[in-house]
């Protein structure tokens, strides 16, 4: 039994030193002669040259594909197969998972909010304000995911017009959401406006407001700089035709969409935190509720701070 033990074991302390074993011959009993053995280091999965072949004690002759082995505290976590699983899961739950709930969770706040305003008595034009703008948050954040859904891997037995109109699906369903955002958010601010000129209050003189201003200014911009991209098939031959280009692809227009979501969620935390918000909220329901609007946006943005790293990185 001692004998058998090093020679049963001997694979296992040699991936974990970064070499296997080419050609080993274990014999049921007896020890492993040196010159049976040539080491060479481990070679990444798929390398199908990469293998050890030999004969356990009383079984049959085996052979295995090496795969590369990252010791670990648990034994279940450095097995290839367990971690190709969790990384496929982690994958899977940034491109479906994570959407659905950061939408879910930046919906469920104006509902909060607008079951506490319908149950006080405010001017009708601040309520107003207050009621177009609640759609804002939760319309951009699945705005912004569904575009970023077309950039998903997509079906591996999909066709390439399968996967064409699954693109086009997504930037529609972008274009639907964000829209009407936009125009929500500039009636909000047209009913804020008028509502301080008829009580005689100042414009633009706290934080909420003009977050609110800078991103209606960079959504418009943003919106603007889509127009040529998406009509630049439908004016060919001096004849307008309703041919919209779906399909295409704009820095200028992807930084002010990042922006503008970016200052919609500033104003709209602001906003939940500020002092009516407090006192028709409550203090905790208020704090909570901006905490949850600046948890979604950093969920939400994230992926774009990392392609903008990685393309300060490549400079």
Same mark, same amino acid.
């Given at each position: 039994?001692?004998?058998?033990?090093?020679?049963?074991?001997?694979?296992?302390?040699?991936?974990?030193?970064?070499?296997?074993?080419?050609?080993?011959?274990?014999?049921?009993?007896?020890?492993?002669?040196?010159?049976?053995?040539?080491?060479?280091?481990?070679?990444?999965?798929?390398?199908?040259?990469?293998?050890?072949?030999?004969?356990?004690?009383?079984?049959?002759?085996?052979?295995?594909?090496?795969?590369?082995?990252?010791?670990?505290?648990?034994?279940?976590?450095?097995?290839?197969?367990?971690?190709?699983?969790?990384?496929?899961?982690?994958?899977?739950?940034?491109?479906?998972?994570?959407?659905?709930?950061?939408?879910?969770?930046?919906?469920?706040?104006?509902?909060?909010?607008?079951?506490?305003?319908?149950? !006080?008595?405010?001017?009708?034009?601040?309520?107003?304000?207050?009621?177009?703008?609640?759609?804002?948050?939760?319309?951009?954040?699945?705005?912004?995911?569904?575009?970023?859904?077309?950039?998903?891997?997509?079906?591996?037995?999909?066709?390439?017009?399968?996967?064409?109109?699954?693109?086009?699906? $997504?930037?529609?369903?972008?274009?639907?959401?964000?829209?009407?955002?936009?125009?929500?958010? %500039?009636?909000?601010?047209?009913?804020?406006?008028?509502?301080?000129?008829?009580?005689?209050?100042?414009?633009?003189?706290? %934080?909420?407001?003009?977050?609110?201003?800078?991103?209606?200014?960079?959504?418009?911009?943003?919106?603007?700089?889509?127009?040529?991209?998406? $009509?630049?098939?439908?004016?060919?031959?001096?004849?307008?035709?309703?041919?919209?280009?779906?399909? $295409?692809?704009?820095?200028?227009?992807?930084?002010?969409?990042?922006?503008?979501?970016?200052?919609?969620?500033?104003?709209?935390?602001?906003?939940? !935190?500020?002092?009516?918000?407090?006192?028709?909220?409550?203090?905790?329901?208020?704090?909570?509720?901006?905490?949850?609007?600046?948890?979604?946006?950093?969920?939400?943005?994230?992926?774009?701070? !990392?392609?903008?790293?990685?393309?300060?990185?490549?400079?």
């Amino acid at each position: 039994m001692l004998l058998l033990t090093p020679t049963f074991f001997l694979p296992s302390l040699c991936r974990e030193a970064g070499f296997v074993a080419a050609d080993t011959s274990m014999r049921p009993r007896g020890s492993l002669h040196p010159s049976t053995v040539r080491m060479r280091p481990l070679a990444y999965a798929g390398d199908s040259s990469a293998s050890f072949s030999g004969t356990l004690p009383h079984q049959e002759p085996f052979s295995a594909v090496a795969r590369p082995f990252i010791p670990s505290r648990s034994s279940k976590a450095s097995t290839p197969a367990f971690r190709h699983v969790h990384l496929h899961m982690s994958e899977r739950s940034q491109q479906q998972y994570v959407p659905v709930l950061s939408t879910a969770l930046a919906a469920s706040i104006p509902l909060i909010v607008a079951t506490r305003v319908a149950l !006080n008595s405010l001017p009708p034009l601040f309520r107003l304000h207050v009621l177009c703008m609640l759609p804002l948050f939760p319309l951009g954040t699945a705005g912004v995911e569904a575009v970023r859904r077309r950039l998903a891997k997509p079906d591996a037995e999909a066709s390439p017009t399968e996967r064409k109109k699954r693109s086009v699906r $997504w930037v529609k369903t972008h274009f639907a959401m964000l829209v009407p955002a936009m125009y929500s958010m %500039a009636a909000g601010l047209v009913s804020i406006w008028r509502h301080k000129q008829a009580i005689g209050r100042a414009h633009l003189t706290s %934080a909420h407001s003009r977050f609110g201003v800078a991103a209606l200014c960079i959504w418009m911009a943003a919106y603007v700089a889509a127009q040529p991209k998406v $009509w630049r098939s439908s004016f060919k031959g001096g004849r307008f035709r309703y041919r919209p280009r779906w399909l $295409w692809a704009s820095d200028a227009h992807r930084r002010l969409g990042t922006t503008a979501y970016l200052l919609s969620a500033c104003a709209t935390a602001s906003g939940l !935190n500020s002092a009516w918000s407090r006192r028709a909220l409550g203090g905790a329901l208020a704090t909570a509720s901006a905490a949850g609007v600046g948890l979604v946006a950093a969920v939400t943005l994230t992926p774009a701070a !990392n392609a903008f790293y990685a393309s300060l990185s490549k400079k």
